[in-house]
Each structure stands twice: as structure tokens, then as C-alpha cells.
């Protein structure tokens, strides 16, 4: 079974940083694609980047593009996100979320239980 635990969550203020990590584990392939959505209160879950197997390839959601950085340490199963300049609309659970053989837009095979990001005004 495979494992997705997220960490890196808090409350920051708008203009401020954080860098969320997701550590994958149990019985893991390589190939995958790794990366992350968020929901918001009231609101659908929705992507926000994710990047390939070899980390060459990344796509971003519009509204993160220029803030949000994304990487990956495959020794360590473990993908980051950096996220600068945040603003109270992206405060939202944040969720990891795996893809074997494809990228997190065509389907996710796993997802993480979240991390809480708060960004006050």
C-alpha cells in the first residue's frame, strides 16, 4: 500500500512563504507523477502543480504561476512546493496526490490526507 503525508502547513501572512513537503512510502513504483490540488471553504478541490517523473516537465494553475515553485527528490520520494507571495485566496487544504504512467490531470492514483495553509489579510 502506498502512503502520502504532507507537511509544511500554517497560517502566514499575504506577501509571506511557505514550502510544503509530501513524502511518499509503502510499496512505491517509479514513474510517477507527483504534485498537488487544493480545496478551499466552500469551494471544489482544484490543481495546482505537479511535475513529471524526471522533473524536467511542471504545469502550473494560472493563479499560482510565478509564486508557487515545484520539485522533487526521487531518492527520497518526496516532492516540494514552494510557495511565495501568498495571498488569503490561496488558503485552502492542500493535498499531495500521485500518478503512475501519466500526470495528475489525467487521474490521480493516491492522495494524501492534506495540509491546512492559512493566509490572513
Known amino acids: 500500500q502506498v502512503q502520502l503525508v504532507e507537511s509544511g502547513g500554517g497560517l502566514v501572512q499575504a506577501g509571506g512563504s511557505l514550502r510544503l513537503s509530501c513524502v511518499v512510502s509503502?510499496?512505491?513504483?517509479?514513474?510517477?507523477?507527483m504534485g498537488w490540488f487544493r480545496q478551499a471553504l466552500g469551494k471544489d478541490r482544484e490543481f495546482v502543480s505537479d511535475?513529471?517523473?524526471?522533473?524536467?516537465?511542471?504545469d502550473y494553475a494560472d493563479s499560482v504561476k510565478g509564486r508557487f515553485t515545484i520539485s522533487r527528490d526521487n531518492a527520497k520520494n518526496t516532492v516540494y512546493l514552494q510557495m511565495n507571495s501568498l495571498k488569503p485566496e490561496d488558503t485552502a487544504i492542500y493535498y499531495c496526490?500521485?500518478?503512475?504512467?501519466?500526470?495528475?490531470?489525467?487521474?490521480?492514483?493516491?492522495w494524501g490526507k492534506g495540509t491546512l495553509v492559512t493566509v490572513s489579510s
Open positions: 509503502g510499496r512505491t513504483l517509479s514513474g510517477y507523477a
Open positions: 496526490a500521485i500518478r503512475y504512467g501519466s500526470r495528475l490531470l489525467r487521474g490521480v492514483d493516491y
Open positions: 511535475i513529471g517523473w524526471s522533473g524536467i516537465t511542471t
